[in-house]
C-alpha cells in the first residue's frame, strides 16, 4: 500500500498545484500521454469495418498502457533509491492530481460572471466543459461549472488518489492514461465510436469505485455544512444516479445537486446537435454564482475528508 507516498503527494499539490512556468517549459504528465494517444490513433485508427477499427482500438490502448507503466514503474523504482526519493516521488505523483487546479478553474467561472458577466462567464466555462456554450444563461454557466466540479472531483481528484493507494505512481499513472485515452478517442462520434470502445469500457471500469465513493464523500461533507443537505443528497444519489447516461458520473453529480438543492444535467448541446440527458436531483433550476461558490466550499470540505482517511490509511501502514 502507498499511503504515505499518495499522502504527500496530496499535500504538495493542494499547497503549490503544477507551476505554470513548468507546464509551458515541459509541458505536463497528462499532455505527454495525449501526444502518445494522438500518435497511436493516427497510426492505429483503421481499417474499413467496425470490428479491425476496434481490435485497432485496443491494440493501441494496451500499447499506451505498456508504455506507461513501463516508465512509471522505473521512476518509482529509481528515485525511491535517492535520498529524500519518496519526496521526489511525491513531487512526481502530485501531478496526476487536480486538487488545486479543479478548484481555481471553477472559482474562476464564478469570478468571470461576477466581474464580467455572461459573456465572460461563457469563455470561463468553456475551458473546463466539452459542451457548447455560446447560448448558455447565466444559470447555465453556473450549472455547468458545478457538474464539472463534480465529475473531476471523481475524475482528477478521488479516482488517482485511490489506484495511488493501491499500486503507487503506476497504478495512478495508469489511471491518468486510461482516462485521457477516453477523454480523447472514447466518445461516440463516428472516427471514434469502434476504435475508442475499449478505452471507454475500460475507463467506466476503474472510475467504478472512485464515483461512488466521491459521492460519498460529498454526501459526508454536506453532513457537515448547514447550507447542504446530506439527507437529500443522499437521496438524490439513490434515485438519479443510474438515469445518468454514464455509469459513474452521476454518482457524484447527483449528490451534489442534492445537497445544493439543484437540478442538474438534463439537455445540453455538443457541437450544435442536442443531446437529452437525465436530470440529476429534483431542485431549483436557476443555479446562480453562490452556488458555484457553496459547491466549492462543499469540494473543500470532501477533498478534506478524503485527506483524512488517507492520513489514517498511511498511519496504518506505519503502524503495521
Excluded: C
Excluded at 494517444?37 to 485508427?45: G, P, T
Excluded at 491518468?176 to 469502434?194: F, L
Aim: proline letters at 3%.
Amino acid at each position: 500500500m502507498s499511503a504515505p507516498l499518495t499522502l504527500l503527494a496530496l499535500l504538495i499539490e493542494l499547497l503549490v498545484g503544477y507551476p505554470e512556468r513548468l507546464s509551458r517549459a515541459i509541458g505536463h504528465p497528462v499532455t505527454w500521454m495525449g501526444r502518445l494517444i494522438a500518435f497511436l490513433e493516427n497510426r492505429f485508427n483503421q481499417g474499413d469495418d467496425a470490428e479491425t477499427r476496434r481490435r485497432w482500438g485496443a491494440v493501441a490502448l494496451l500499447v499506451l498502457l505498456v508504455v506507461v507503466g513501463v516508465v512509471s514503474f522505473f521512476v518509482e523504482v529509481g528515485l525511491l533509491l535517492l535520498p529524500f526519493g519518496l519526496i521526489a516521488l511525491a513531487l512526481v505523483a502530485s501531478t496526476l492530481l487536480a486538487q488545486r487546479s479543479l478548484f481555481v478553474h471553477v472559482a474562476g467561472v464564478a469570478d468571470a460572471l461576477e466581474e464580467g458577466g455572461l459573456p465572460a462567464g461563457r469563455e470561463a466555462v468553456a475551458h473546463i466543459v466539452g459542451r457548447d456554450t455560446a447560448e448558455l444563461d447565466e444559470a447555465g454557466v453556473a450549472r455547468a461549472a458545478i457538474e464539472s466540479l463534480a465529475e473531476n472531483f471523481s475524475d482528477g481528484v478521488v479516482a488517482p488518489t485511490f489506484w495511488m493507494v493501491l499500486a503507487g505512481l503506476p497504478g495512478a499513472a495508469l489511471y491518468k492514461a486510461i482516462n485521457t485515452a477516453d477523454s480523447m478517442i472514447g466518445h461516440r462520434s463516428e472516427r471514434y465510436r469502434d476504435f475508442g470502445r475499449t478505452a471507454a469500457q475500460l475507463d467506466d471500469l476503474v472510475n467504478l469505485p472512485a464515483s461512488r465513493l466521491s459521492a460519498f464523500l460529498i454526501i459526508a461533507a454536506a453532513y457537515f455544512s448547514k447550507r447542504t443537505s446530506a439527507s437529500d443528497a443522499l437521496q438524490a444519489m439513490r434515485r438519479d444516479a443510474n438515469k445518468h447516461a454514464s455509469p459513474n458520473a452521476g454518482y457524484p453529480e447527483a449528490a451534489l445537486a442534492g445537497a445544493l438543492g439543484l437540478s442538474l444535467g438534463g439537455p445540453r448541446s455538443y457541437d450544435g446537435a442536442e443531446q437529452e440527458g437525465a436530470s440529476m436531483g429534483d431542485g431549483r433550476r436557476e443555479a446562480t454564482t453562490a452556488d458555484i461558490h457553496t459547491a466549492l466550499e462543499l469540494y473543500a470540505r470532501a477533498d478534506g475528508l478524503l485527506i483524512a482517511i488517507v492520513v489514517v490509511l498511511a498511519a496504518l501502514t506505519a503502524l503495521f
